[in-house]
């Protein structure tokens, strides 16, 4: 296995999508899951949709550098926002469309509950290579948000979660 590098943190990214659309939640129609996409494609968004947004985040160098001509190990530091949403259409109420996004919130922290190390497995003992943990470091919402500035248009409710990831590159 290759060590790994800031390329990580788009694996991150594909894993956060793979693990969130291997079991959407329910649509408020009660019907098959709701959309998960790797990122807010405007033109593929439907009225509930979980969507992979921005990463950011910032690396040091570790405490213990390699020798010369190695490539010195850094700890990485960084989020990848998670954006729940609900256009609702059908709904005739703000509490309602707030419940749907608040629904769409639990299901993402039901698998990173069962997947804290990104693992593939669903044991807390599994984990991504170079991970060393992921959490919800912080969460908006739910509540209206206008992201028509950002091309995905107005939404009844949204919310988004920060996933704190911690890593060791080389």
Known sequence: MSEP????????????YDLIAASPPERLDGSAGVQVLYGPNVRELENESIWIGAIEGRSEPAVIAGGPGTRIRRNDSFVVDIWCG??????DDQQAADNQCAALVAAVEDV???????????VNTDKLDGVLSAWIEDFN???????TESGLGAWHSAAVLRIRVNTRLI
Do not use: E, F
């Not at 609900?86 to 709904?91: G, H, I, N, Q, W």
């Not at 919402?141 to 992201?147: C, E, I, N, T």
């Open 5 to 16: 590098t800031t390329s990580i943190r788009v694996t991150v990214k594909q894993r956060l």
């Open 86 to 91: 609900v256009r609702a259409p059908l709904l």
């Open 112 to 122: 990173l509950a069962a997947n804290p190390g990104l693992g593939q497995t669903g």
């Open 141 to 147: 919402g739910p509540s209206p948000a206008d992201l």
